[in-house]
Structures are given as C-alpha cells and as structure tokens.
C-alpha cells in the first residue's frame, strides 16, 4: 500500500535521492527544507509528480502537518565540515530542536521514526573498524563539535522517545557517502578531488593523506535506509563501505579515472580530523541483509560524469 513519507532535509544531496526512492516506489512524499544547505536543483524534476509535495520551512521551528504520515525521516542538517562551521549554531538547533520537532511529529502521526545520524559520533576513532557499542573519542568544545554533538544528542532524544513514548524510532550512522548531487564545493574529500581534477587544479591532501576513510555510493545507502525502516531495530546500525583506503590513495585514484594532469598539494591537518574511519557492518549484514553492492571505481565513474555536466553547465 502507498505511504506516506515526511523528509525532513529532502532537498540535500541523501534527501534528494530518498524523495527519488520513495516517488518510484509509489509512495507520497512531502519534501520539508528550509535551503540553507539543500538545493532546489535537486528536486526541480519531481515539482510536476502529483505525489510530491514541497515545504519551505526550517524543521528547528514548530510545525503542523496535515493528515496522516506514516514515515518521519530526518536528514535535515549540515552535513560537511564548510557547512557546519559556516552553520554552528543552525547545526545544533537542527540536532537538538528539529530533532525534537520531528519526533514530536513522529509521536502525533504514530509513525515509523528514522534518524540520520554519522560517524562523526565516533570523534577521532581510537578503535577500527567502528562498532556501534564503541562509544567515541569526541571534543565537545573543538569546531567540529557543533556536529559530532548535535548527532549525539539527536540519537540520546531520538532513543529517550523510543522508552518513554513507544515510537518505532530508528538510528543510522552514516559513513562518508558520495555520488550524485553532491555540491562542487561541498568541502568534502570526494567531490573536493573530482572539482579539483576537473577543473586542472592541485588536489588538496591534509596532512600526509595517511589518514584512513572508507566511502559509500548513495544508492547503496538508500537501499541500506529502506531495510532499516522496515526491520525491527530499535537501535544505532552502522551504514557504509568497510573497503578503507587512504587518502592519498583516493586522491590518485581520481586523477586516473579523470584524465586529470593535476598535482596534489599538501596542507596542514584541520583540528580534530579523525585519523581513521571506517565502519563494522556487521551487524547491518545480520540484521538488515545489506551490504553495499556498488564498487569505489563504478561509483566514482558515475559521480565524475555529474560533476563533469554540472562544470560544464557553469562554463555556459
């Protein structure tokens, strides 16, 4: 039967794609953001679909929505380091009151809940791969805390209205996750490297590029969020790629599979940058039967092809 599905955040690059995921499968979807982050760009092609609805609201803000809404997904917040540092207080209401909002929804509609939570959790890891019992290493006053602390407070809320209230709510921790509608200057590794490739510029390596990231497609994420939706979990589940790599590595990577003559450049490490990060699955593999299915090279091909249509659009 058709749902009906509040996304809050949907007009972000993961939103985006949910708004996409859900329409195909025929369901409703109402598209809730307020465009700090988030682009009408990429949800222009589904204005016409009768089934698709767009509120401009901020979700830290109290709203209404009318009738019935069977599922809450809030993936309403910054979610790169330039847009939670330029953002730190908008992050934190977003984490804290949007949280709260959503959930207030959430517990009005009797719907299922589902919190887009990071790996960011987890700080600077001591531990790797991350498991989701593994409590973090996290600076609550350094400037990426606006983030890694507004999550960990949405995930506190998010499983205190699981207790006291009954709500099916659901927690994911998103690890670095790419593809399509990523911005240019989304700030963060993947699409810095592609612009840079693209454009001919050096590609920017912090610190040695030693440090460790594993990276997911977004259709794989999107498959991994509709399993969690429907599973029985009631807990924190680790979604992303456990294929780690360096850095560096990536950063060669691309220029390969770009045709790029760039050469990279080395700056300082930013303040408080995780030295590894990678997920445990495992846990996703038991519960959810999900895996990632779409390797680093194809989805990179996929994600270079965008960023080369999106340049080009720019150049006209």
Known sequence: MSKRVL??????FIGSHLCDYFIKRGDRVICLDNFITGSRQNIRHLFP????????????????IPGPVDIVLHFASPASPPDYLRNPIQTLKVGAL??????????????????????????DPLISPQREDYWGNVNPVGPRGVYDEAKRF????????????GIDAKIIRIFNTYGERMGLEDGRVIPNFISQALRGKP??????????RSYCYVDDLVRGIDKMISSRLNQPVNLGNPNEMSVLDLAQKIIRL????????????????PKVRCPDIRLA???????????????LVRTIAYFRQEIQKRSL
Do not use: C, M
């Not at 679909?49 to 209404?64: A, E």
């Not at 207030?104 to 809940?113: L, M, N, Q, Y």
């Open 7 to 12: 996304i809050a955040g949907g007009a972000g």
């Open 49 to 64: 679909h009768k089934r698709f609805s767009l509120v401009t609201h901020d979700i830290s803000k109290p709203i209404q």
């Open 98 to 123: 949007g949280t709260h909002n959503a959930l207030g929804i959430a517990k009005k509609k009797r719907s299922v809940f589902l919190l887009a939570s990071t790996s960011e959790v987890y700080g």
């Open 154 to 165: 949405a995930e506190a809320l998010t499983l205190a209205y699981h207790r006291e209230h």
């Open 203 to 212: 590609l920017t390596v912090y610190g040695k590029g030693r440090q460790t």
């Open 258 to 273: 770009t045709g790029s003559k760039s050469r990279i450049v080395y700056k300082p490490l930013p303040v408080d940058d």
């Open 285 to 299: 593999k038991k519960r959810l039967k999900w895996s990632p299915r779409v390797s680093l090279t194809e989805g």
